[in-house]
Structure formats: C-alpha cells, structure tokens
Nanobody
Framework: QVQLVESGGGLVQAGGSLRLSCAAS????????LGWFRQAPGKAREFVGA????????IYADSVKGRFTISRDSAKNTVYLQMNGLKSEDTAVYYC???????????????????WGQGTQVTVSS
C-alpha cells in the first residue's frame, strides 16, 4: 500500500524556518511526482511545489518561490520542504501528495494526485 507521512510541522515566529518531511512507502520512488499542498482555514487547498523522485527537478507556486525549497533523499524515500522567511499567511495544514508519473512531468493541481498524507500543521506567529 502506498503511504505518505508528513512530519516537522509546528509553531514558529515570523521570519523563522521549518523543515517538513514526507516519507513515502509502497512506491518506486523514482516513478513518482511528489507535491506539497497547503490549506488554511476557510481556504481552498493550494499548490506549494513539487519534485520528481526520479529526475529531481522542481516547480513552485509564485507565492513561495525564493523562500521555500523542495529536495529529496532517494535512499530514504523522503522529500523535504524547507521553508525560510515564514510569514503569517503561510499558516496552514501542509500535505504531501503523490502521483505516479513515468514521463517526469509535474503537476500543479490537486486532481492530478492520487495519494495523500494526513497533513502537518504549520503555524506562524506574527
């Protein structure tokens, strides 16, 4: 069974940093695109960024570009979301999502992803 488990969320002051992890199991890591999404209270789920487990290339939402970095550790089947310069508007539940992808393409819309973790809360205080 495919499982995605997020960790690393917490409370941080504005301007601070957090590193989220998404551990994947039951997958051939190099065949999957792994996306990060977030959902704030009263808001729709929003794309943050994505990485391909095989190619390692990344894409980002404009709102986080330059502040957030996605990376992977293939040996651990884990992807990371390094968040720097956090703002209050970054407060949300952050989700890891997986999409089987053999052509190295990455997607920005949640409907393209088949597997989801349970989320981890990130709260940024001002």
């Amino acid at each position: 069974q495919v499982q995605l488990v997020e960790s690393g969320g917490g409370l941080v002051q504005a301007g601070g940093s957090l590193r989220l992890s998404c551990a994947a199991s039951g997958v051939t890591f190099s065949w999957y695109g792994l996306g990060w999404f977030r959902q704030a209270p009263g808001k729709a789920r929003e794309f943050v960024g994505a990485i391909h487990g095989g190619g390692g290339h990344t894409i980002y939402a404009d709102s986080v570009k330059g502040r957030f970095t996605i990376s992977r550790d293939s040996a651990k089947n884990t992807v990371y979301l390094q968040m720097n310069g956090l703002k209050s508007e970054d407060t949300a539940v952050y989700y890891c999502a997986g999409r089987y992808n053999s052509d190295l393409s990455l997607k920005r819309v949640e409907d393209e992803y088949d597997y989801w973790g349970q989320g981890t809360q990130v709260t940024v205080s001002s």
